[in-house]
C-alpha cells in the first residue's frame, strides 16, 4: 500500500509538475477553426478544420489560464494520463448575437479558432460555456490526433516589428492588422501603426510595461480605401470585411472573418489581436482573447484602442449604464460576474476589496470632483445592482489614460501573467 501511494505521488508530480516538456512539442503550433452555430435558444459547435505550423511562441508558463474570465472555456487533456494541458477563457460574437432580435427568428453560424501549442499525441478537446449562474456546461467534446492537422501555408503579406523588448516566448505581443488600407496606402498603414502603438504604450498601465511587451504590423491591403458603413450607405469590401452598423448598432466596428484574420495574425507571434480600421468615424469593438477594432483616423483613437483593449486583453467590462445603451438584467445580479472590474457584491472578496482604503462605505457615494476608489452603484448597463470602482474611468468615459486602479491591475496582471 506504501509502495502504491508512493508511486501515485511520483506519477502525480510527474504529469502536473512538467506538464508542457511532456505533452507538447514546442517546435510547432496547432490552430483548430470551429463553428458556433444556433439561434437565441440552442447552440452547437463544430470543429472543421486542423492545421499545423512549424514554429511556435508559446512561453510554456501560460499553457494552462489562471483567470477564469470569459463566457467559454477551452480545455485539452491528454488522451492517456487525463491530465489537463491546457485552457483558455473566451468570449464569442455568436454569444453576443445570441441576444439580438435576428437570434429571436434566424439560425447562423460564426467562426472561431483555438490557437494552442502541438501536442505530442491523442487529446481531448473540449469548450464548455457558462450560464447565468457562472456555471459550466460542456458544448463540445472530443477525442483528437494531432497527425490529423494540415501544413497550412502562410500569406506572402510584409511583417514588420514597431516596438521590441524582446523574444515573442517571453513577452506580450500585440498584432496589429490594418483593414480598409488600398495599394496606395503603405505610408498611411505604417503613419497609422505607429500612431496606434504610441496610443497603447503611452496610457498606464502599458506606460509602465514597455519591457514586457512587443508590437507587430502585418501590412494588408484591400481593393479600395474605407470601412463599409451601412448607415452612410459606404460600401466597401475590404481585406476582413470590417462593418460599422454591426448587429444593428451604428457605432460597433466588427468583422465576422475570424478564420480570415487568424491566416493574417499567424505571420506574427501574437497574444492580442488588433484590427486597424480606415476610418476617421468613430467606432470599434472588443471581444475578449478574439480581438479588438479601432478607428486610425478619428479624434478619439487612442481611447478607443486602450478602451477596446482593455475588453479583448483584460476581461473588463463596461462600466457605462446610460439609458441610450441601457440592458435590463445583463447581468444576473445574484451571481458575481466574471468581469474584474464590477461586481454585484455577492463574492466582493474576490475582486477589490483589498484595495480599498479602511473605513470606505459600501456602497460609495459620489462626491464632487473626488474620483476616489470605492463601489459606486451604475456598471456594465446597470443602473441598479451592478458596482464600479470609481466614478469615472476609461472603461465608463470617453478619457484617454484614464484607467482606475482596478482596471489597471487586470491589465497588468495579464501581461505579467503572459511575461512570467
Not at 350 to 365: D, R, V
Request: glycine residues 6%; neutral net charge; aromatic residues 14%.
Amino acid at each position: 500500500m506504501k509502495n502504491l501511494l508512493l508511486t501515485s505521488v511520483f506519477l502525480s508530480f510527474c504529469l502536473w509538475g512538467f506538464p508542457q516538456k511532456d505533452f507538447f512539442n514546442f517546435k510547432e503550433t496547432l490552430r483548430i477553426d470551429y463553428l458556433f452555430e444556433g439561434n437565441w435558444k440552442k447552440d452547437t459547435l463544430y470543429t472543421k478544420s486542423f492545421y499545423k505550423y512549424k514554429f511556435n511562441h508559446f512561453n510554456p508558463n501560460t499553457a494552462i489560464d489562471k483567470f477564469n474570465y470569459g463566457n467559454h472555456k477551452v480545455e485539452v487533456f491528454d488522451s492517456l494520463s487525463d491530465v489537463l494541458i491546457f485552457s483558455k477563457g473566451f468570449n464569442s460574437i455568436f454569444e453576443e448575437w445570441q441576444s439580438t432580435a435576428e437570434a429571436k427568428t434566424k439560425t447562423k453560424s460564426f467562426q472561431g479558432s483555438i490557437i494552442m501549442p502541438m501536442p505530442k499525441r491523442s487529446f481531448k478537446f473540449v469548450i464548455s460555456n457558462k450560464d447565468k449562474q457562472n456555471n459550466y456546461h460542456i458544448k463540445h467534446s472530443s477525442y483528437i490526433n494531432p497527425n490529423i492537422a494540415k501544413s497550412k501555408n502562410l500569406p506572402k503579406n510584409e511583417t514588420y516589428t514597431i516596438h521590441k523588448s524582446g523574444k515573442a516566448k517571453d513577452k506580450f505581443d500585440i498584432v496589429i492588422i490594418p483593414d480598409g488600407y488600398g495599394k496606395n496606402d503603405s505610408e498611411k498603414i505604417n503613419l497609422d501603426a505607429q500612431k496606434i502603438a504610441d496610443g497603447i504604450l503611452k496610457c498606464s498601465p502599458y506606460s509602465l510595461l514597455t519591457d514586457k511587451i512587443n508590437i507587430h504590423l502585418v501590412q494588408v491591403f484591400s481593393g479600395k480605401s474605407g470601412i463599409n458603413d451601412p448607415t452612410r450607405k459606404i460600401k466597401r469590401e475590404s481585406a476582413l470585411k470590417t462593418t460599422f452598423n454591426f448587429f444593428e448598432s451604428e457605432r460597433y466596428l466588427m468583422t465576422e472573418e475570424v478564420w480570415n484574420m487568424y491566416d493574417i495574425a499567424m505571420l506574427a507571434p501574437f497574444d492580442a489581436i488588433l484590427i486597424m480600421c480606415n476610418t476617421d468615424k468613430y467606432g470599434g469593438g472588443g471581444i475578449y482573447n478574439l480581438y479588438a477594432t479601432t478607428c486610425a483616423s478619428c479624434t478619439e483613437y487612442a481611447f478607443i484602442t486602450t478602451h477596446e483593449m482593455g475588453h479583448s486583453v483584460a476581461g473588463l467590462a463596461d462600466e457605462y449604464y446610460t439609458s441610450d445603451v441601457s440592458v435590463e438584467d445583463y447581468y444576473n445580479i445574484s451571481v458575481e460576474p466574471v468581469e474584474p472590474n464590477i461586481t454585484t457584491l455577492v463574492d466582493f472578496d474576490s475582486k477589490w476589496k483589498n484595495m480599498l482604503p479602511e473605513g470606505t462605505e459600501i456602497p460609495t457615494q459620489i462626491k464632487a470632483n473626488d474620483n476616489s476608489l470605492g463601489v459606486y452603484e451604475g456598471a456594465g448597463y446597470q443602473a441598479k445592482g451592478v458596482y464600479r470602482p470609481v466614478p469615472n474611468c476609461s472603461m465608463k468615459d470617453v478619457i484617454y489614460n484614464y484607467f482606475c486602479p482596478v482596471c489597471k491591475r487586470a491589465i497588468r496582471e495579464t501581461i505579467e501573467f503572459y511575461t512570467k
